[in-house]
């Protein structure tokens, strides 16, 4: 008898403390919201077509683009109150990759307070701090590693690889891998003496939303590969050459113009199905 009233209080105990994580559960919903970002790559206000030369930089260079890898990090909420909200915190970062279409959507992990946002800011690439050597033990993360004798140890992985062809001086089809990260000092010998964080952060123009509980927000994020080359440096793939992974000078003017490039597609609320 005396055993059957010990299961009897077990069980009684177990409801009760299920119960109250229920309740805790519930409470913690209440108020919150959901995030999903798209990312999209355009050229000359319409969709990126891979694979075609049809695009003209502002330096006259025709060219094409084969494929664009990145990552976006460090996703934050800014409410009018100067108030800021990291999304993501444990997992900060989200790979981008137009051979993987998969990796074009992100669903933030975040349960997102209601309310009023004025506007999102974002790092492109990976903070230096964050950027550590080897965090990405599977592919395709893993293959953006930045080469250590480059600063791979200042900062991990690539920000971005861009890749395609233009038509040179001499009219001839030529590779270009336009690859941001890390840069480097060098002194009068080309040889390296520092490194360089290339990593930046930009505020996304017009990029206010409001949320609901229990609302779904679908964001678009939009990077204009034409801006790469426009301003406010004219970039000029004669000049700069093919790769860019040891050239600073041409880093920094992607840096640059990377402030320009990104963009709200879209914020809309997604339909329940």
Not at 136 to 156: A, C, K, R, S
Not at 200 to 225: H, Q
Request: proline content about 3%.
């Amino acid at each position: 008898m005396k055993r059957h009233q010990f299961f009897v209080a077990v069980f009684v105990v177990l409801n009760i403390l299920s119960s109250c994580k229920k309740s805790a559960d519930t409470e913690s919903d209440k108020n919150t919201a959901k995030l999903v970002f798209y990312f999209e790559h355009f050229a000359d206000g319409k969709e990126l077509a891979l694979d075609e030369m049809k695009y003209i930089s502002t330096a006259g260079n025709q060219y094409e683009v084969t494929e664009i890898q990145w990552f976006i990090s460090d996703i934050t909420l800014n409410k009018n109150d100067g108030s800021k909200l990291l999304l993501d915190d444990e997992k900060f970062a989200h790979y981008i990759d137009t051979n993987l279409p998969e990796t074009g959507k992100w669903v933030v992990t975040d349960a997102i307070p209601v309310g009023e946002y004025e506007s999102i800011s974002m790092i492109f690439g990976i903070k230096g701090e964050k950027n550590k050597q080897l965090m990405y033990t599977d592919p395709p993360e893993n293959d953006m590693l930045w080469p250590v004798n480059l600063g791979g140890d200042q900062g991990g992985y690539h920000y971005m690889k861009l890749n395609g062809f233009w038509i040179n001086k001499e009219d001839q089809r030529t590779p270009f891998n336009f690859h941001l990260g890390v840069g480097q000092e060098k002194d009068a010998d080309n040889n390296i003496t520092g490194f360089i964080q290339n990593w930046f952060e930009t505020e996304l123009p017009a990029s206010s939303f409001s949320i609901d509980e229990n609302e779904t927000k679908s964001i678009s994020i939009r990077m204009n590969v034409d801006s790469w080359w426009d301003k406010p440096n004219m970039y000029n793939h004669d000049e700069h050459g093919g790769k860019i992974m040891q050239n600073q000078k041409a880093m920094r003017m992607g840096v640059e113009n990377g402030r320009s490039v990104f963009s709200i597609g879209s914020i809309a609320s997604v339909v329940a199905e």
